[in-house]
Nanobody, 125 residues
């Protein structure tokens, strides 16, 4: 079984930066793509960014493109989401996910079999 644990969330002011981390473990983790989702109160969960196992492909939501960067460590067991120029509308619970998508980009949550518990990001104006 694959386990994912997020960290790095917190309370920041608009314009600040945060880096979220997602540590993965488990025998079946190899070969999986990873993604970051977020869900704000009263809104649907949405894909923020995704990265393939090979790290040769990435995808970003239009609202974060140019401000956020997704990456993986050399061992492919940790995913990162560098968030710059944060805005109040970025406030949400951020979830790390892993899965084996059959197409790219993997925008649907159903394409990810494993999920972390989430980490809160709050951006004040």
């Amino acid at each position: 079984q694959v386990q994912l644990v997020e960290s790095g969330g917190g309370l920041v002011q608009a314009g600040d930066s945060l880096r979220l981390s997602c540590a993965a473990s488990g025998r079946s983790f190899s070969g999986l793509a990873m993604g970051w989702f977020r869900q704000a109160p009263g809104k649907e969960r949405e894909l923020v960014a995704a990265i393939s196992w090979s790290v040769r492909r990435t995808s970003y939501a239009d609202l974060v493109n140019g401000r956020f960067t997704i990456s993986r460590n050399s061992g492919n067991n940790t995913a990162y989401l560098q968030m710059n120029s944060l805005k109040p509308e970025d406030t949400a619970v951020y979830y790390c996910a892993a899965g084996a998508p059959i197409s790219w980009p993997p925008k649907r949550s159903r394409e990810y079999a494993y999920w972390g518990q989430g980490t809160q990001v709050t951006v004040s104006s």
